[in-house]
């Protein structure tokens, strides 16, 4: 038997590519999947994952609480389109930690001219930041809105189960995600720096909170009521609320005071559409 | 070769102005396949013209194109086709090398299997090893420049533009970068529009030299000419180099006057006669013979020389 070379190594020397090259649509879409997976810190370090994932199990105690007190007590405890005010301050911490990671380090680092070089345009960067965002947000509603309902079903209350609810409640979830991704992208992509960009968030929901809060209370106390709703509305998890109320007919939570109804969607649209405006604008400043 | 039907990029008048310079000034000129080196100072314009080239800043007036398409209407499909490594830093610091050029793959359109496999290879192409799965936090200038020059070349463009890959290079990177610009030109078949504002090394690696200065043109030449047309010898004597000039000049040969030295041309023709007549005249005329070198023309001397 011979010798003979088995292996050889061949220096194959640089090869074109000549497979499929995809559309811009394909582009936009694997950069918001890869920020969708970003926000819950999949891909990124051990560190980076914590605060998300953390704080998505804080949104599922109310849930499991729910369904023991639906399970044991036979009781409806916690109505579906009430759950976001009363995790508020969750969903805003979520918000500001995880908005500015989805802008910051692009224009920190520069990273934005090396987008804007290929098949991509601002509009379609901004559009994939915000819609990741914005799925992110809406999962973070919609899983314990979902198990909650799930429980329901199966510990079968007495009475028809409240579908309606889960419905309005999974619309205003859609709502919840649209405002808070539009106004965080915006607060967030002003600076480059991340830390800068959490306080701005964070800061931006305590202010309207307390704003929203302190008039309300003084209007009611000097006897306009009439009025209190309306101040109510400078808080934007009450703006949702009452726009869900008004589109989807679930009961608002703040029921004694006037619920602003229509307006309150206008306005929600309008924050929306300022925002993202700005956003716009604020990108294709630093694109040029 | 198809250099002269469908030029790589062509400017026609092409001028941007902004509210306190003017980037480029009336700027007409076209480039070839092949490495084309775009020289100026820092300021003359040269990341002002890639820009629109890229279709990303609109002219003031005038027009470009990049393989044959036209910047102002058809920026996605220049960019499509096209690579771009920027002179800035660019990188995540918390990304690794592999995860960054395959997600910049995928932002040209290449599907993820496709992406993972050009990014492996194309960072094998620009020398990086190991490294590649480590954050890019913690890499030195050299590895960033390649990773910078990988992103650029993942989607297998028909042209990158790289702007000053050289920057903050120590001499050894610089000659493995400028290397590996040769063989991007040759080997991978890849055009190359490389700025910097080193003239030297350019032309080492470049057919083609565009000079702009001030956002205006200066010269665009294949390289050979930039060299070969230009070739002087150089001639110091200690004492008498007046009579040296006058010998030299009543024997037939163009003679320049710089300071004590004299510039002498060589005929691409007939190279030999010029060095025998210099060596007989400091012969005959007893001169003590200081200094005889070789000139080859040089692109900085496109600088000293008032324009035509």
């Known amino acids: 038997m011979t010798t003979e070379p088995t292996a050889v190594i061949h220096d194959i020397g640089y090869r074109h590519y000549d497979g499929v090259r995809l559309g811009r649509g394909r582009a936009v879409l694997a950069l918001g999947v890869q920020s969708l997976r970003g926000v819950f810190g999949l891909g990124r370090t051990v560190r980076a994952k914590i605060m998300p994932l953390l704080l998505a199990a804080i949104m599922l105690m109310p849930t499991v609480v729910s369904i023991g007190v639906m399970a044991l007590a036979k009781q409806y405890m916690l109505p579906y389109p009430n759950y976001a005010v009363l995790m508020q301050a969750v969903i805003a911490i979520f918000l500001a930690a995880q908005s500015p990671y989805l802008v910051a380090p692009d224009l920190r680092f520069r990273v934005l001219p090396l987008y804007l070089s290929r098949p991509l345009t601002v509009t379609d960067y901004v559009l994939a930041k915000l819609a990741a965002l914005a799925v992110a947000l809406f999962g973070l509603l919609a899983v314990p809105l979902t198990i909650e309902y799930v429980g329901e079903l199966l510990v079968d209350l007495p009475g028809p189960p409240h579908t309606a609810d889960y419905l309005g409640a999974l619309g205003g979830a859609v709502l919840y995600a649209v405002l808070l991704s539009s106004v965080g992208i915006a607060l967030a992509s002003f600076t480059p720096r991340r830390g800068l960009g959490v306080a701005s968030v964070i800061a931006f929901y305590m202010f309207t909170a307390a704003v929203s809060g302190i008039f309300a209370g003084v209007l009611t106390a000097s006897g306009h009521d009439d009025l209190a709703g309306w101040a109510l509305l400078i808080n934007p998890f009450f703006l949702v609320d009452y726009a869900q109320s008004a589109l989807f007919g679930t009961a608002p939570v703040n029921i004694e005071t006037n619920p602003p109804g229509v307006a309150s969607v206008l306005i929600l649209l309008a924050v929306v559409a300022l925002a993202v405006t700005g956003v716009l604008l604020r990108y294709r400043k630093a694109a040029s | ?308």
């Open chain 2, 1 to 308: 070769m198809t250099a002269s039907a469908t030029p790589c990029f062509a400017t026609e008048g092409l001028t941007k102005r902004f509210p306190r310079v003017t980037a480029l000034d009336d700027l007409t000129v076209a480039a070839g396949t092949g490495v084309t080196g775009l020289v100026g100072a820092n300021g003359a314009g040269k990341s002002t013209l890639i820009k629109i080239l890229l279709g990303l800043l609109p002219p003031t007036s005038g027009r470009a194109w990049v393989l044959g398409l036209d910047t102002a209407t058809q920026g996605l499909e220049i960019r499509r086709a096209v690579g771009y490594m920027p002179e800035h830093d660019c990188l995540p610091p918390d990304m690794s090398a592999t995860e960054f050029v395959v997600h910049m793959a995928q932002m040209s359109g290449l599907p993820r299997t496709a992406a993972r496999e050009r990014a492996a290879d194309t960072l094998r192409h620009v020398g990086l090893d190991e490294e590649r799965y480590r954050p890019m936090g913690g890499y030195s200038t050299g590895m960033r420049q390649r990773v910078k020059l990988a992103q650029a070349l993942v989607h297998d463009p028909k042209l990158v533009f790289l702007d000053e890959p050289t920057n903050g290079l120590d001499p050894q990177g610089r000659d493995d970068m400028l290397a590996l610009i040769r063989r991007i030109g040759t080997e991978f078949g890849i055009s190359v529009l490389v700025t910097s504002h080193l003239l030297g090394e350019l032309e080492r690696v470049c057919d083609h030299v565009i000079v702009i200065d001030g956002g205006r043109l200066l010269r665009s030449s294949a390289i050979r000419e930039f060299t070969r047309a230009e070739q002087t010898i150089a001639v110091e004597v200690d004492e008498g180099w007046q009579l040296l000039a006058e010998r030299l000049t009543a024997g037939g040969e163009t003679v320049a006057v710089q300071g004590r030295l004299l510039m002498v041309q060589v005929p691409p023709d007939d190279p030999g006669r010029t060095h025998d007549a210099v060596r007989d005249a400091v012969c005959d005329l007893g001169l003590s013979l200081l200094r005889l070198e070789q000139r080859r023309g040089r692109i900085e001397d496109v600088f000293k020389e008032p324009v035509a």
